[in-house]
């Protein structure tokens, strides 16, 4: 059974740092591209960054782009999202999930809150 | 980017009606459209791939239609279940992109 779970969102001050990771099972991780999807409240999804399966390509939604390194650990099976210089409006439940690179995402975790405030 | 407009915004039908959503891409995606269904606290689910193909468990008053820049996501006869938001979303170009949503609600 494919798993994926979240975790170390939590509230951080504008302009601070968080590392988000998502363990993953039940699949052959090294084998498929890994993205996160982020959902502001009283807002709809939004697409923030794809990593390959090996790790070398990524691609950052422009939002984030030059904030937020995405990474990823095949032996540990877990990715990674770096967010630095956080802002109010990265306010989210961050989802990872498996695919979206030449494929859909097929499964999703439940997410894991990051809040920015003062 | 590729621009998703999905519209409308919010429909209101009973039960057992048929509810037809439309998402418009601002340039050609072929076929490289998917559709998303969430429910409040809950997350995403996959219902429709490459525009037409049912995922797996998701049952057949679920259909999708489309390529290029204009696509359909149809529920032939909505159950008291399928109330929720949808989104479309591209995997045809970086980066991708979601639709803003259409949320459908009981009337």
């Known amino acids: 059974e494919v798993q994926l779970l979240e975790s170390g969102g939590g509230l951080v001050q504008p302009g601070g740092s968080l590392r988000l990771s998502c363990a993953a099972s039940?699949?052959?991780?090294?084998?498929?591209?890994m993205t996160w999807v982020r959902h502001a409240p009283g807002k709809g999804l939004e697409w923030v960054s794809a990593i390959s399966g090996g790790g070398v390509n990524t691609y950052y939604a422009d939002s984030v782009k030059g904030r937020f390194t995405i990474s990823r650990d095949n032996f540990k099976n877990t990715l990674y999202l770096q967010m630095n210089s956080l802002r109010a409006e990265d306010t989210a439940l961050y989802y990872c999930?498996?695919?979206?690179?030449?494929?859909?995402?097929?499964?999703w975790g439940q997410g894991t809150l990051v809040t920015i405030s003062s | 980017e590729i621009v998703l407009t999905q519209s409308p915004a919010t429909l209101s039908l009973s039960p057992g009606e048929r509810a037809t959503l439309s998402c418009r891409a601002s340039?050609?995606?072929?076929?490289?459209l998917d559709w998303y269904q969430q429910k409040p606290g809950q997350a995403p689910r996959l219902l429709i791939y490459?525009?037409?193909n049912r995922a797996t468990g998701i049952p057949a008053r679920f259909s999708g239609s489309g390529s290029g820049t204009d696509f359909t996501l149809t529920i032939s006869s909505l159950e008291p279940e399928d109330f929720a938001v949808y989104y479309c979303?591209?995997?045809?170009?970086?980066?991708?992109?979601f639709g803003q949503g259409t949320k459908v609600e009981i009337k």
């Open positions: 490459d525009a037409s």
């Open positions: 999930a498996k695919g979206g690179w030449s494929s859909h995402f097929d499964y």
């Open positions: 039940g699949f052959a991780f090294s084998s498929y591209a």
């Open positions: 979303q591209q995997r045809s170009d970086w980066p991708r992109t």
């Open positions: 340039q050609s995606v072929t076929s490289y």
